[in-house]
T-cell receptor
């Protein structure tokens, strides 16, 4: 089955800890994205990557870090510098190119709670 | 002003009703328009995709784009309780541009 997997489904973090959320895709998509979703605020872009070993900040990158060492993997680290990390985190992927429609396909999400 | 505006609702209608969900946008470069459905605590799933102006029908769902008015709609006919979800509009200019999302409309279909 082709798709995007995220793990874990639920994650609990103590204050001051860094945690890493996993995102893997087998769709052979070039681009991958991380969003944060809070109630009533829609999706906010954290980071995105259109090619291996390269990534760009989105609208709310402060307190987060990413890496893109492999095409199929785009892990997100929520650092202790992120003051309000409790949220639903979504990973997505898409093809890239001049004919791209930019349609993104999403994973099932990770719910992060700070204790 | 946000690039894409979507009424967050909540919207509650009886089963069998016709539902109309709408988004307006300000960027005239947008030419690809999508609707995503998101069930509670799940990731969004692509429901409909439309290029440029016009209508597209898929079963009980119809997506409509009016580029002259910068307005897109999703119609759900014969609505079912299983249609209860949050619906997100999204759009882009294409060619690797970022997808811009609306805030999402929470819809409840009452049996």
């Amino acid at each position: 089955d082709g798709g995007i997997t995220q793990s874990p489904k639920y994650l609990f973090r103590k204050e001051g800890q860094n945690v890493t959320l996993s995102c893997e895709q087998n769709l052979n998509h070039d681009a991958m994205y991380w969003y944060r979703q809070d109630p009533g605020q829609g999706l906010r872009l954290i980071y995105y990557s259109q090619i291996v070993n390269d990534f760009q900040k989105g609208d709310i990158a402060e307190g987060y870090s990413v890496s893109r060492e492999k095409k199929e993997s785009f892990p997100l680290t929520v650092t202790s510098a992120q003051k309000n990390p409790t949220a639903f985190y979504l990973c997505a992927s898409s093809i890239v190119g001049t004919l791209s429609t930019d349609t993104q396909y999403f994973g099932p999400g990770t719910r992060l709670t700070v204790l | 002003q946000k690039e894409v505006e979507q009424d967050p609702g909540p919207l509650s209608v009886p089963e069998g009703a016709i539902v109309s969900l709408n988004c307006t946008y300000s960027n005239s470069a947008f030419q690809y328009f999508m609707w995503y459905r998101q069930y509670s605590r799940k990731g969004p799933e692509l429901l409909m995709y439309t290029y440029s102006s016009g209508n597209k029908e898929d079963g009980r769902f119809t997506a409509q784009v009016d580029k002259s008015s910068k307005y897109i709609s999703l119609f759900i006919r014969d609505s079912q309780p299983s249609d209860s979800a949050t619906y997100l509009c999204a759009m882009s200019a294409g060619g690797g541009q970022k997808l811009v999302f609306g805030q999402g409309t929470r819809l409840t279909i009452n049996p």
